[in-house]
């Protein structure tokens, strides 16, 4: 996994066999990432590489993060639900997502429309986390196991990858991580289907998909 922020934007997060390659995603996002690292530069906050990926904190406190998609490059707020966002520029990664919010990068051209919005959600991000804000976030009506949450927790990019997948296919990964007795046993079941999660496959895509071949 990627330690530096340099190394992300050369090489990739590391997270999966394309880093290094031309295949890459960061590779396709390249301009985008390098003009919000810019205006990044000059909010204050602290630039450091978390999970792979650049991560930027006040206080220790992580705020967002900047990262690489297929089909976008974004800005991900740690508390983007908290945002005051009266255009409707935020999405969230997924249909369950509470918390986390994005603002979505397909162009140079939309950094550079989007630059006084984006110093905005900065600015409103660090008065968020200096005011001590938190959100209250509801239960799942399937209980994840604890084992899940807090791996999680620790890596939020697998955090919006898992909420990006759909309601049916996060019911059967909370399934399949629940089933074992043993705490260790549920750790590597969820250490396994790290890259699969990645990918937005469902538990049993990959066995579909090797069937049709």
Same mark, same amino acid.
């Given at each position: 996994m990627q330690t530096t922020v340099e190394g992300y934007l050369t090489e990739g997060c590391g997270r999966c066999p394309l880093g290094g390659t031309p295949g890459c995603k960061v590779h396709a996002w390249s301009a985008e990432l390098h003009a919000l690292r810019g205006i990044l530069s000059k909010s204050g906050l602290i630039e450091t590489a978390k999970w792979g990926v650049p991560c930027y904190t006040l206080n220790g406190k992580n705020v967002l993060l900047l990262s690489a998609f297929k089909n976008h490059c974004a800005i991900s707020f740690f508390k983007g639900a908290l945002l005051k966002d009266d255009a409707g520029l935020l999405s969230t990664?997924?249909?369950?997502?509470?918390?986390?919010? +994005?603002? &979505?990068?397909?162009? @140079?051209?939309?950094? /550079?429309?989007?630059?006084?919005?984006?110093? *905005?959600?900065?600015?409103?991000?660090?008065?968020?986390?200096?005011?001590?804000?938190?959100?209250? +976030?509801? &239960?799942?009506?399937? @209980?994840?196991?604890? /084992?899940?949450?807090?791996?999680?927790?620790? *890596?939020?990019?697998?955090?919006?990858?898992?909420?990006?997948?759909?309601?049916?296919?996060?019911?059967?990964?909370?399934?399949?991580?629940?089933?074992?007795?043993q705490s260790k046993t549920r750790i590597s079941r969820i250490e396994k289907c790290v890259d699969k999660i990645m990918n937005g496959e469902g538990l049993h895509d990959a066995y579909q998909k090797k069937g049709k071949a």
């Open positions: 990664p997924g249909p369950n997502s509470q918390a986390s919010r +994005l603002l &979505k990068f397909t162009s @140079p051209d939309a950094v /550079e429309a989007l630059r006084e919005a984006t110093h *905005d959600f900065i600015q409103q991000a660090i008065a968020i986390e200096n005011a001590g804000l938190q959100i209250e +976030l509801n &239960k799942s009506p399937e @209980p994840w196991p604890e /084992e899940l949450q807090e791996w999680l927790e620790q *890596d939020p990019v697998l955090k919006d990858a898992f909420e990006a997948l759909t309601p049916g296919r996060q019911r059967g990964y909370v399934l399949y991580f629940s089933a074992p007795k």
